[in-house]
């Protein structure tokens, strides 16, 4: 696919990108999305290195120190420090398995008044949940009554399963009015190629572009051509299913194991790379992620996700390496230890009494 992609270029290893990107690719883009009843043109579309540089092009576009933003919580965490670098005042709404708190929302925009909602309607990072139409469809009678914008982050949404429940999306309902759209292809296809992009309407396209030009000019137009190679090729769809039901399997397994070693998965979530998992009460979640990478597991406690850094009870769990037994063991061999130790605390203060 390389070899065909560079062969594309006319220039070869001298081509360089238009700076909103290869037409060819961002009408294939444009297709995708279209697919999705994303209703969008090639003009519409902006290429970008990953989900991240599209989280920074909008915060550079649009954003001002003392803004305030609303944010899901738990949420990307990267998100929330790119947020603090750019000086706004954050504003933490709950996530909860059907979409974004409502009632949470609509307060935060009374009182704080938020000038941009950042939101992720598919496979939410780390959940894995999903929204309800009518749950999205709220929000934007919010965004609509409060003058606010939405950036609605799709990264994880190759992942959906689709069947037999497709997902509905912001920018489907909306048409992309006050919504900017942004996705990547950077974990379904390859981080090598750290490739993205951004769909919305031209008046906000075109500061999104500006911010482009002035860090980073353009995108490589080698990724550009080998992502356009594959997707004329017809293999993305394969591709997709092929990686799809491989990732079934491994939350098939992983939550099987999970559960027996204790771990407390209430909303598995529709699909996607994470799992939600809540240690048992009175667990010290922190300990069990420090003693974890002593032994060479790399666990992420739900603290960490949480827009305002409170405790949480939770870790996010990839699906594809806790099929591993080894991290069953070590969390069944941990949660064991902690239920022991309560039982005496229990018992001594018991006696006590």
């Known amino acids: 696919a390389v070899q065909r992609g560079l062969a594309r270029a006319s220039a070869g290893m001298a081509s360089r990108c ?55 919580t738990p949420g990307y965490f990267l998100l929330f420090d790119r947020l603090r670098q750019a000086g706004v005042h954050i504003v933490p709404v709950p996530r909860r398995p059907d979409g974004i708190d409502l009632q949470a929302l609509e307060a935060a925009c009374t009182q704080h008044r938020p000038r941009l909602l950042f939101i992720q309607s598919v496979l939410h990072n780390p959940t894995g949940w999903g929204s309800t139409a009518a749950n999205l469809h709220r929000v934007l009678l919010l965004a609509q009554r409060h003058d606010l914008l939405i950036a609605e982050d799709d990264v994880q949404g190759h992942f959906h399963p689709q069947v037999p429940n ?15 759209y942004y996705s990547s292809f950077c974990k379904a296809m390859s981080p090598a190629l750290r490739l993205g992009y951004v769909a919305a309407e031209p008046a906000l396209l075109k500061p999104l572009l500006r911010e482009k030009i ?27 299913d092929r990686l ?7 939350r098939a397994a992983a939550t099987q194991q999970l559960r027996q070693a204790g771990v407390l998965l209430e909303h598995a979530g529709e699909g996607g790379l994470f799992l939600w998992g ?49 991290l069953a063991e070590f969390l069944r061999d941990q949660l064991s230890a902690a239920t022991s130790a309560q039982r005496v605390v229990e018992r001594a203060r018991a006696a006590a009494r």
């Open 18 to 72: 238009p700076p909103q990107g290869l037409p060819e690719l961002r009408e294939r883009i444009a297709t995708l999305l279209r697919s999705q009843g994303v209703a969008v043109d090639a003009g519409r579309v902006l290429t970008t290195y990953g989900g991240t540089q599209a989280i920074d092009l909008i915060c550079r576009a649009f954003l001002r120190p003392g803004d305030a933003v609303a944010v899901e």
């Open 166 to 180: 497709p997902p509905t999306r912001l920018a489907q309902l909306s048409g992309l009015d006050r919504v900017i």
């Open 214 to 240: 002035l860090t980073v000019l353009t995108t490589a137009a080698l990724n550009e051509c080998v992502l356009l190679e594959v997707l004329a090729a017809g293999r993305w769809r394969k591709h997709l």
């Open 244 to 250: 799809q039901q491989r990732l079934s399997s491994a």
């Open 278 to 326: 809540a240690l048992p009460a009175g667990v010290d979640v922190d300990g069990v992620v420090r003693e974890a990478f002593r032994s060479g597991i790399l666990l992420v406690r739900g603290a960490t996700f949480a827009a305002d850094g409170a405790a949480d009870a939770h870790i996010r769990f990839n699906a594809a390496f806790s099929q591993q037994p080894r």
